[in-house]
């Protein structure tokens, strides 16, 4: 079975604590993302990479950082944690950006910051 | 991508059939519809996708009307482990700042009763 595995499920951090989220893929996948679920406002990406050391802002990238030193591996990171970053975080993968690809989503981190 | 439309809740019994609806009036030639479901407290799971003709797949069948319009997602005998949120996703060629993101709206959120 494919999967996408996330370091965390719940993580409870401070303001102003710099927070990194992991994610890790065993699919060989080029093309992964990294998504915040909140109520009202649907999935809105990140960051996304199309390949290692390779990174392109979403639509929210402000307070966010990402690296992509292997393949199998996303990291999400919040430089400096606020309380508006409190939310859902889901990371997904798939083989190529084409529209007939199905991404396969991580079980999702919820994030509080306190 | 094109806008879809989708009721905001549904409720079936268990081991009856669900049919959930998307209407996307816009969608373009190239569009692929995809389907993607999300338990309580989990990241989102991939159902199905077509372009123009009906599929089958081991969890779901979709039928597409024939001006590609509408479409409609069939769970052919409901079980409790349905019930979740269910989106109807178009999705083009990646291109520009779209990079094979994946859109979700609002959804459709389904309830079984035992």
């Known amino acids: 079975d494919v999967k996408v595995t996330q370091s965390s499920r719940y993580l409870v951090k401070r303001t102003g604590e710099k927070v990194f989220l992991e994610c890790v893929q065993d699919m060989d996948h080029e093309n992964m993302f990294w998504y915040r679920q909140d109520p009202g406002l649907g999935l809105r990406l990140i960051y996304f990479?199309?390949?290692?050391?390779?990174?392109e802002k979403g639509d929210i990238p402000e307070g966010y950082s990402v690296s992509r030193e292997k393949k199998e591996r996303f990291s999400l990171i919040l430089e400096s944690a606020s309380t508006n970053q409190t939310s859902m975080y889901l990371c997904?993968?798939?083989?190529?950006?084409?529209?007939?690809?199905?991404?396969?989503f991580g079980p999702g981190t919820r994030l509080t910051v306190l | 991508d094109a806008k879809t439309t989708q009721p905001n809740s549904m409720e079936s019994n268990e081991e009856e059939p669900v049919h959930l609806p998307c209407n996307h009036s816009t969608i373009s030639g190239t569009d692929y519809i995809h389907w993607y479901r999300q338990l309580p407290s989990q990241g989102p799971e991939y159902v199905i996708h077509?372009?123009?003709s009906n599929v089958n797949n081991r969890m779901a069948s979709l039928a597409i009307a024939e001006d590609r319009k509408s479409s409609t997602l069939i769970l052919h005998r409901a079980t409790l482990r349905d019930a979740a949120v269910y989106y109807c996703?178009?999705?083009?060629?990646?291109?520009?700042?779209?990079?094979?993101?994946?859109?979700f709206g609002q959804g459709t959120i389904l309830t079984v009763h035992p």
């Open positions: 996703i178009l999705r083009g060629q990646a291109g520009g700042t779209s990079y094979g993101k994946l859109t």
């Open positions: 997904a993968s798939t083989p190529s950006p084409g529209p007939y690809n199905e991404q396969f």
């Open positions: 990479s199309y390949d290692v050391k390779m990174k």
């Open positions: 077509g372009l123009t």
